[in-house]
């Protein structure tokens, strides 16, 4: 079972910067897509940003001009770099790859990484 791990949540303050990283276990082919979510206690998993193989990226409109996306998706890595971080930013933030699989798409996560902003 491929496993995506993530690094480099913890605690920061306003204004701060954070880097997060992903890396998958294996060797992922076919991947149409990595991202990062982030997720709030009660709240789904919303997409914070995501990055195809052709270098297209998408950001939520609460982090545009902050976070920043990068991806190798020859080394499976991915990582959020996230500047200015505000009140707003907390939450268990996963990486997930998304891959065309048999005609559909399969979905791999990582477990989750916490950040935390103090004001």
């Known amino acids: 079972q491929v496993k995506l791990v993530e690094s480099g949540g913890g605690l920061v303050q306003a204004g701060g910067s954070l880097t997060l990283s992903c890396a998958a276990s294996?060797?992922?082919?076919?991947?149409?897509?990595m991202a990062w979510y982030r997720q709030t206690p009660g709240n789904q998993r919303e997409l914070v940003a995501s990055?195809?193989?052709?270098?297209?990226?998408k950001y939520a409109d609460s982090v545009k001009g902050r976070f920043s996306i990068s991806g190798d998706h020859n080394k499976n890595t991915v990582s959020l770099k996230m500047n200015n971080l505000k009140p707003e930013d907390p939450g268990v933030y996963f990486c997930?790859?998304?891959?065309?699989?048999?005609?559909?798409?399969?979905?791999?996560w990582g477990q989750g990484t916490q950040v935390t902003v103090s004001s």
């Open positions: 990055i195809t193989p052709g270098g297209s990226t």
């Open positions: 294996e060797n992922l082919r076919y991947i149409k897509s």
């Open positions: 997930k790859t998304q891959i065309s699989f048999r005609g559909g798409e399969n979905d791999f």
